[in-house]
């Protein structure tokens, strides 16, 4: 059965950092599509950003381009989510995701996809 535990939430300053991580265990395809999705309180789930695993290809939601990476440790089979220049409109709940499949997720929000962490909390103050 696959799991995902995500850790690294916290709370921060506007302009802070934090680096979220995300442990896979479990039969994973090596070449799947993982990714980070958020929600705030009475807001709508919003995809953050993916990467499929087969060839480090990434994509990110124009909210977060230029100030969030998406990487991979295959060695110790995690994702992370380093999270620069936080703005208090960042403050949510953050979701690891994982698909069993490849490539085609990778623009697809990663609330569709089909395994899920029990979320981290995010918290910036202006």
């Known amino acids: 059965q696959v799991q995902l535990v995500e850790s690294g939430g916290g709370s921060v300053q506007a302009g802070g950092s934090l680096r979220l991580s995300c442990e896979v265990s479990?039969?994973?395809?090596?070449?799947?599509?993982m990714g980070w999705f958020r929600q705030a309180p009475g807001k709508e789930r919003e995809g953050v950003a993916a990467?499929?695993?087969?060839?480090?290809?990434?994509y990110y939601d124009d909210s977060v381009r230029g100030r969030f990476t998406i990487s991979q440790d295959d060695r110790e089979n995690r994702i992370y989510l380093q999270m620069n220049s936080l703005k208090p409109e960042d403050t949510a709940m953050y979701y690891c995701?994982?698909?069993?499949?490849?490539?085609?997720?990778?623009?697809?929000?990663?609330?569709?996809?089909?395994?899920r962490g029990q979320g981290t909390q995010v918290t910036v103050s202006s």
């Open positions: 995701a994982a698909t069993d499949f490849g490539s085609w997720y990778l623009t697809q929000p990663p609330y569709t996809y089909k395994y």
């Open positions: 479990g039969p994973t395809p090596s070449s799947n599509c």
């Open positions: 990467i499929y695993r087969g060839s480090g290809s990434t």
